[in-house]
C-alpha cells in the first residue's frame, strides 16, 4: 500500500536537475509532495489533486499522472538548500495521508 | 500556511513509564488530526487518525492499549505512550488538516524525540 518512490537517493552538484518519481498500487486521489531535513518534521511543497494537473513553485514543479498512478517531482537548477529526504504522500479516498518510501537528495557545491 | 506545535520536542524517560506528547493547531480547528512514527532512515508511517470528539482509528498493527490517543478539542490531540520500552523510541509527529477552505494541506508539527532508556 505504502507508494513506491525512485530513485532511492539522488547526489547531484549545485545547478543540476533531478527527478523524483512516486508510483501507487491504488488509485490516487491527490498526491502531496513534502521535504524533509534531518531531525525535522516534512515541510509541505505541494499538493495535486487532478490527474493531468502540473504545479510549480520556483523551481520545483510536478505532475500527476492518475491514469498511471504516477507522479513526478522535478528539481530544476538546484540549490544546496534543496538537500533532504523527498517524500510524496498519497491519499487513497480517506483523509489519510500514506507516505512513500522517501528519495535522499544531496545537493553538492 | 498553518501553524501545527507540539509539545515536548524532545524526552527522555525511563522503560515503563508513560509519555505524553500534545499536539495543538495554532490558527486553525482541525477535527481530525494524525499521528505518525518515523523511525531513522525511514519514511512516516501513520499511526491513527485522531477525531475530535470520538475514538481514534488505528492502523493495522499499531496497539490501541498502548498508544492512547484523546482528541478533547478542535486544536489539540494527545498521545500517550504508555509502559514506554527502548524499542517505542523514536520520531513522534503529529499532523492536522485544515479544510478552511484557503487550501487541503495537511500541516505537521516540529516532531517529538522520544528516547527510552
Known amino acids: 500500500q505504502q507508494p513506491v518512490q525512485s530513485p532511492q537517493a539522488v547526489i547531484l552538484r549545485e545547478g543540476e536537475d533531478a527527478v523524483i518519481n512516486c508510483s501507487s498500487s491504488k488509485a490516487l486521489y491527490s498526491v502531496h509532495w513534502y521535504r524533509q531535513k534531518h531531525g525535522e518534521a516534512p515541510v509541505f511543497l505541494m499538493i495535486l489533486l487532478k490527474g493531468g494537473e502540473q504545479k510549480g513553485h520556483d523551481k520545483i514543479s510536478a505532475s500527476f499522472n492518475e491514469k498511471k498512478q504516477q507522479s513526478s517531482l522535478y528539481l530544476t537548477a538546484s540549490q544546496l538548500s534543496y538537500s533532504g529526504t523527498y517524500f510524496c504522500g498519497t491519499e487513497i479516498g480517506t483523509d489519510k495521508l500514506i507516505f512513500g518510501t522517501g528519495t535522499r537528495l544531496q545537493v553538492f557545491p | ?117
Request: hydrophobic share 30%.
Open chain 2, 1 to 117: 500556511g498553518a501553524v501545527v506545535s507540539q509539545h515536548p520536542s524532545w524526552v527522555i524517560c525511563k522503560s515503563g513509564t508513560s509519555v505524553k506528547i500534545e499536539c495543538r493547531s495554532l490558527d486553525f480547528q482541525a477535527t481530525t488530526m494524525f499521528w505518525y512514527r518515523q523511525f531513522p532512515k525511514q519514511s512516516l508511517m501513520l499511526m491513527a487518525t485522531s477525531n475530535e470528539g470520538s475514538k481514534a482509528t488505528y492502523e493495522q498493527g499499531v496497539e490501541k492499549d498502548k498508544f492512547l490517543i484523546n482528541h478533547a478539542s478542535l486544536t489539540l490531540s494527545t498521545l500517550t505512550v504508555t509502559s514506554a520500552h527502548p524499542e517505542d523510541s523514536s520520531f513522534y509527529i503529529c499532523s492536522a488538516r485544515d479544510h478552511s477552505g484557503r487550501s487541503d494541506t495537511q500541516y505537521f508539527g516540529p516532531g517529538t524525540r522520544l528516547t527510552v532508556l
